[in-house]
């Protein structure tokens, strides 16, 4: 089913990130954790891709995966290290899969790797292009930054950019992580005033230890409330105070957002199908 339809149907949606192994080995076991984690029946399921093709390979098996667990899937795609022609392959067995769904991203730029590329690709919006005209029926989804994306020269050109990617044919955005809620509200507000009209699903990232914490803000520069640094200096040498600390601080994130209207949620569970389940459980009464 299109991402587009079920967050027209429905006021609240939980959907849930999963990532494919980094190697062979691991196939097996992160194929029966998605498995785990799409029957606890989120609204859908998306499967990354890593930019430099580390972990690119099972992103479609791991989205069919799911879509015979019932749910719907989400492949992303990403084009910056990418030949035209590799991207025209993966949108084609996307499409073949019958993968209804894709993430169009840039992906992070390789060190060394000369920009703006000689190969073609330097935004994600030529990739929503390329994918509305290879597989117009998908529905596709972009990413967006409540804290600015890290490259942006600030906020107003970052949602300038948003616009002009929505308005190439993006269905509906999902944030990157963020621990404060008034960011998003202030961001939300501004992507409206900016004539942005899609869905804007709010990233949750559960913190469930310091490690995480600390490469979360190392990936994604985002602001860690004086609240969740507390929890991590308290609990952050017992993994199962820490993780418990952690779901109940994305519960509350999760229900304060939902209480003011913005009901389409988006968990990055890490893999973690114990933690996504913590959160679902804490929303039991609400959903
Ligand atoms: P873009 O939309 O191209 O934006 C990147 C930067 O370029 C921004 O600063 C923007 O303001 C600027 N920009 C955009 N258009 C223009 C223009 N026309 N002219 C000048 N500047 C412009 N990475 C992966 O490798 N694999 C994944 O699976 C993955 N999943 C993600 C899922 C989500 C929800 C999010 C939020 C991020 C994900 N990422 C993933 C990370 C993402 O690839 C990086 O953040 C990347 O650096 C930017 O990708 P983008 O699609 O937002 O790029």
């Given at each position: 089913?299109?991402?587009?339809?079920?967050?027209?149907?429905?006021?609240?949606?939980?959907?849930?990130?999963?990532?494919p192994?980094?190697?062979?080995?691991?196939?097996?076991?992160?194929?029966?954790?998605?498995?785990?984690?799409?029957?606890?029946?989120?609204?859908?399921?998306?499967?990354?891709?890593?930019?430099?093709?580390?972990?690119?390979?099972?992103?479609?098996?791991?989205?069919?995966?799911?879509?015979?667990?019932?749910?719907?899937?989400?492949?992303?795609?990403?084009?910056?290290?990418?030949t035209?022609?590799?991207?025209?392959?993966?949108?084609?067995?996307?499409?073949?899969?019958?993968?209804?769904?894709?993430?169009?991203?840039?992906?992070?730029?390789?060190?060394?790797?000369?920009?703006?590329?000689?190969?073609?690709?330097?935004?994600?919006?030529?990739?929503?292009?390329?994918?509305?005209?290879?597989?117009?029926?998908?529905?596709?989804?972009?990413?967006c930054?409540?804290?600015?994306?890290?490259?942006?020269?600030?906020?107003?050109?970052?949602?300038?950019?948003?616009?002009?990617?929505?308005?190439?044919?993006?269905?509906?955005?999902t944030?990157?992580?963020?621990?404060?809620?008034?960011?998003?509200?202030?961001?939300?507000?501004?992507?409206?005033?900016?004539?942005?009209?899609?869905?804007i699903?709010?990233?949750?990232?559960?913190?469930?230890?310091?490690?995480?914490?600390?490469?979360?803000?190392?990936?994604?520069?985002?602001?860690?409330?004086?609240?969740?640094?507390?929890?991590?200096?308290?609990?952050?040498?017992?993994?199962?105070?820490?993780?418990?600390?952690?779901i109940?601080?994305?519960?509350?994130?999760?229900?304060?957002?939902?209480?003011?209207?913005?009901?389409?949620?988006?968990?990055?569970?890490?893999?973690?199908?114990?933690?996504?389940?913590?959160?679902?459980?804490?929303?039991?009464?609400?959903?």
């Amino acid at each position: 089913m299109k991402i587009s339809e079920i967050l027209k149907s429905e006021p609240i949606t939980i959907s849930m990130e999963v990532f494919p192994p980094k190697s062979d080995v691991k196939l097996d076991s992160v194929r029966a954790t998605v498995r785990e984690i799409a029957r606890l029946k989120p609204a859908f399921v998306s499967c990354t891709y890593g930019a430099g093709g580390g972990t690119s390979r099972y992103t479609v098996e791991i989205s069919q995966d799911i879509m015979e667990e019932g749910v719907a899937s989400m492949a992303h795609l990403t084009c910056i290290s990418s030949t035209r022609d590799s991207v025209h392959e993966q949108i084609a067995r996307i499409k073949e899969a019958g993968i209804q769904n894709i993430l169009a991203l840039r992906g992070d730029i390789p060190a060394g790797m000369d920009f703006p590329s000689p190969r073609y690709y330097e935004h994600a919006i030529q990739l929503v292009e390329e994918i509305r005209k290879d597989y117009p029926e998908a529905c596709i989804g972009g990413a967006c930054y409540p804290e600015k994306h890290p490259d942006a020269f600030n906020k107003d050109e970052d949602i300038r950019h948003i616009k002009e990617k929505v308005d190439a044919g993006c269905d509906f955005l999902t944030t990157q992580m963020f621990f404060n809620n008034s960011i998003y509200y202030n961001y939300l507000y501004r992507l409206r005033e900016a004539g942005v009209t899609v869905p804007i699903l709010a990233g949750i990232m559960p913190v469930t230890s310091r490690r995480q914490m600390e490469r979360s803000i190392q990936l994604s520069g985002c602001v860690i409330p004086p609240e969740l640094t507390a929890l991590a200096d308290r609990f952050g040498d017992s993994p199962e105070a820490m993780q418990q600390a952690g779901i109940l601080y994305a519960s509350h994130q999760i229900i304060d957002l939902i209480a003011n209207g913005c009901g389409h949620i988006h968990v990055y569970t890490m893999n973690k199908p114990e933690v996504a389940a913590g959160i679902l459980n804490n929303l039991k009464g609400i959903l």
